[in-house]
């Protein structure tokens, strides 16, 4: 909260979606409850980010919107510079950032970038306009906007494509951005402009890495359908994903024992050649770089 009123830039509004918390926010958020910039609004009953996210976005008022999630902090020229970014042209639906990854304590432990593919760090050595069948191919490999707390997007394209989807527990941020890409393009700033916080009470930690397995390869496969690739993009994309079994299996192994034939079934419907890949992926890609995709 501290760090959005702090921002340069003045114009803004901050919408907290309290979700039925059971700790002490509530009483804590209320101590914001006369500043001018802010709106409270407490849920009866706990519902998920999802439902909280587009509830929040239909109490706003102005045409841009950010995800400020609770367990994030801003840079203060965080909303003026994405601002300026996704004001360029009107073809920029979605304009994001890089992202600092911290500790519980907010320590910063590094950033995104270097775990990003070859192919992103290429084209975006610098700030740089992204067309959206551009952004669609690098979500297929990973989610490149780091957090939902580093984007700032069109409120009218977010009420186009239906807002957030509740069919998703944990990947439903792949799947906004991936619907977001098919609409309009992005603009992407290096600097690193807000800050992710880590720590083991995490909605991806409670649910765990089946949940997010699953739900991944749902959307790429779906993803693939729409998105022209060559041979090698192909073949790459399956080793990838054989690559994700790879990890899941590896670091998560309780779950995986106990969700095996779940995440079994429903990753050979959508990629019969997975056992294959997985196969031939092993000694090629780094376990250890995608274990940071699923976990930054």
């Known amino acids: 909260m501290d760090s959005l009123l702090t921002q340069t830039y ?19 958020l209320n101590t914001y409850k006369s500043h001018p910039k802010v709106s409270l609004f407490f849920l009866e009953s ?17 045409e841009y919107i950010i995800f400020a999630e609770c367990d994030d902090f801003s840079e203060p020229d965080q909303i003026d510079s994405l601002y300026q970014a996704i004001t360029t042209n009107n073809n920029i639906g979605v304009a994001w950032s890089g992202s600092h990854l911290t500790d519980e304590t907010g320590n910063i432990i590094g950033t995104d970038f270097p775990i990003r593919s070859t192919a992103f760090q290429n084209y975006c050595r610098t700030d740089v306009q992204v067309p959206g069948w551009m952004v669609l191919k690098f979500m297929m490999h990973s989610n490149v906007v780091p957090n939902m707390s580093t984007a700032m997007f069109k409120k009218s394209l977010f009420t186009r494509i239906g807002g957030l989807s509740e069919k998703y527990k944990l990947s439903a941020d792949l799947d906004f951005w991936v619907r977001m890409a098919e609409v309009g393009d992005f603009y992407y700033l290096k600097k690193p402009l807000n800050n992710f916080r880590t720590h083991p009470d995490s909605v991806r930690n409670h649910l765990g890495t089946s949940v997010q397995l699953i739900e991944m390869i749902d959307i790429i496969s779906h993803l693939k359908k729409k998105v022209k690739r060559t041979l090698k993009e192909k073949i790459e994309l399956k080793m990838h994903l054989g690559n994700l079994w790879f990890y899941y299996a590896k670091n998560e192994f309780h779950s995986f024992y106990k969700t095996f034939v779940t995440v079994l079934t429903n990753t050979f419907r959508q990629e019969p050649l997975l056992l294959f890949f997985m196969l031939l992926s092993f000694p090629v890609l780094s376990v250890k770089k995608i274990g940071k995709l699923l976990n930054p």
Do not use: L, M, Q, W
């Open 10 to 28: 003045p114009d803004i509004e901050i919408i907290v979606v309290d979700d039925c918390s059971t700790d002490r926010s509530r009483e804590y």
């Open 46 to 62: 706990n519902n998920g980010y999802v439902h909280a996210s587009n509830y929040g976005v239909s109490k706003a008022n102005g």
